[in-house]
């Protein structure tokens, strides 16, 4: 739960005010120690004898959809908490899971329009080129 300085970020030169949002800005978090403290540990322990690859593709193409998941969970947050009574933890993973697929399809047809356009020729590129910038943009 952070907070951006001024609540402002620039994404491709453009100016956007996100102040703290989501539904966990108004929660109270409790530190558990005995809970985490040992699954820290855990984990790197298991770093430590390389029994985690941190250069897994799963993680590496969460990392790729990580901007499509910050755009879209406030949406899908709003939109399940207006029609539906979940508790925090259901509503947590209805949320992730939305995000995650609409920001996966995003990223795929993204990444198959750019390809498409690579195969082009110089002159089609040239022609398409307005439409293949405009698109880009609307797709971050």
């Known amino acids: 739960v952070g907070r951006l300085r001024d609540n402002k970020t620039i994404i491709n030169g453009k100016t956007y005010n996100i102040p703290q949002h989501g539904f966990a800005k108004d929660m109270n978090f409790e530190l558990v120690e ?14 430590s004898f390389n029994q985690i690859d941190f ?3 799963a993680i590496l ?16 947050f709003k ?3 207006s029609i539906y009574t979940f508790s925090s933890i259901q509503i947590l993973l209805l949320v992730s899971t939305c995000s995650i697929l609409v920001s996966a399809g995003i990223y795929l047809i993204k990444t198959k329009i750019k390809k ?10 040239e022609l398409m080129k307005d439409k293949y910038e405009s698109i880009m943009k609307v797709l971050l």
């Open 116 to 125: 498409s356009y690579a195969k082009m020729s110089k002159e089609t590129q």
């Open 55 to 57: 250069q897994n593709k």
């Open 34 to 47: 005995e809970q985490i403290l040992p699954l820290i540990f855990c984990l790197l322990l298991m770093a």
């Open 79 to 81: 939109l399940f908490n």
């Open 61 to 76: 193409f969460v990392g790729k959809i990580s901007l499509y998941i910050y755009l879209s969970h406030g949406f899908f």
